[in-house]
T-cell receptor, first 114, second 111 residues
Framework: SAVISQKPSRDICQRGTSLTIQCQVD?????MFWYRQQPGQSLTLIAT?????????ESGFVIDKFPISRPNLTFSTLTVSNMSPEDSSIYLC???????????FGAGTRLSVL | AQSVTQLGSHVSVSEGALVLLRCNYS??????LFWYVQYPNQGLQLLLK??????LVKGINGFEAEFKKSETSFHLTKPSAHMSDAAEYFC?????????FGAGTTVTVRA
C-alpha cells in the first residue's frame, strides 16, 4: 500500500479566506482523489485528479470553490476557497493502489472555519 | 448506480463479545466491496476487500466479512471485541474507480 502524507493535519481559518491542502504519495500513482467528510457524516467524493489533465468534479462541487492541482504523479493540492463555516469538515486525499479499485487514504485535514 | 446501506449507526458491545456490523449493497454487476475503519482523529484504513474471489474474506485485526449474493450483504464480524476496536466503520462499494461509502457505524466497546 502507498504511504500518503497530508498537510496541514488541522487548521482553523477565518471566513472568506482560502486554504490549500497538500497530498504527497511515496510512489507514482495515476489517480488521486479528494473527499469531504462533514461532521458526523460519511465521505463524499469531491473530485478525481489525474496528472496532466483537469480534475473531474462530482455533482455539487465546482472548480471555483475547490480548485485542484496535480503537477506530477506523486503530488496534488486541494484549495478550499472563500471559506464559510459550512466548509468545516475533514478533507481526505486517497490514491488508487496497485490493485485496481482499491484506495488508500491519508490521515485527513481537519478544517474549522470561524 | 451502486450503493451500500449500513444498518445501525451505532453498535455497543462488551469486551470479548462478538462484533457484527451489517452492510447491504445494491449493484447491477458483481461488486467490489470494502470495509474501512477510521480511528479517532485519523484517516481511513482498509480492513478488507471482496473482489469476486473467496466469499469469506479475512482482514486485519481479526475481522472478516462474508459476501452473500442471495442476501446482497457483506457483513463484518469479529469473534471477540477488544477495546482498541472502538472506531467508526465504513462499508463501501466501487463503481469503476469511484468509491461510494455507507453512512458509517460507530462501535463502542464496554469494559
Amino acid at each position: 500500500s502507498a504511504v500518503i502524507s497530508q498537510k496541514p493535519s488541522r487548521d482553523i481559518c477565518q471566513r472568506g479566506t482560502s486554504l490549500t491542502i497538500q497530498c504527497q504519495v511515496d510512489s507514482q500513482v495515476t489517480m488521486m482523489f479528494w473527499y469531504r467528510q462533514q461532521p458526523g457524516q460519511s465521505l463524499t467524493l469531491i473530485a478525481t485528479a489525474n496528472q496532466g489533465s483537469e480534475a473531474t468534479y462530482e455533482s455539487g462541487f465546482v472548480i471555483d470553490k475547490f480548485p485542484i492541482s496535480r503537477p506530477n504523479l506523486t503530488f496534488s493540492t486541494l484549495t478550499v476557497s472563500n471559506m464559510s463555516p459550512e466548509d468545516s469538515s475533514i478533507y481526505l486525499c486517497s490514491v488508487e493502489g496497485e490493485a485496481k479499485n482499491i484506495q488508500y487514504f491519508g490521515a485527513g485535514t481537519r478544517l474549522s472555519v470561524l | 448506480a451502486q450503493s451500500v446501506t449500513q444498518l445501525g449507526s451505532h453498535v455497543s458491545v462488551s469486551e470479548g463479545a462478538l462484533v457484527l456490523l451489517r452492510c447491504n449493497y445494491s449493484s447491477s454487476v458483481p461488486p467490489y466491496l470494502f470495509w474501512y475503519v477510521q480511528y479517532p482523529n485519523q484517516g481511513l484504513q482498509l480492513l478488507l476487500k471482496y473482489t469476486s474471489a473467496a466469499t469469506l474474506v479475512k482482514g486485519i485485526n481479526g475481522f472478516e466479512a462474508e459476501f452473500k449474493k442471495s442476501e446482497t450483504s457483506f457483513h463484518l464480524t469479529k469473534p471477540s471485541a477488544h477495546m482498541s476496536d472502538a472506531a467508526e466503520y465504513f462499508c463501501a462499494v466501487s463503481e469503476g474507480y469511484k468509491l461510494s461509502f455507507g453512512a458509517g457505524t460507530t462501535v463502542t466497546v464496554r469494559a
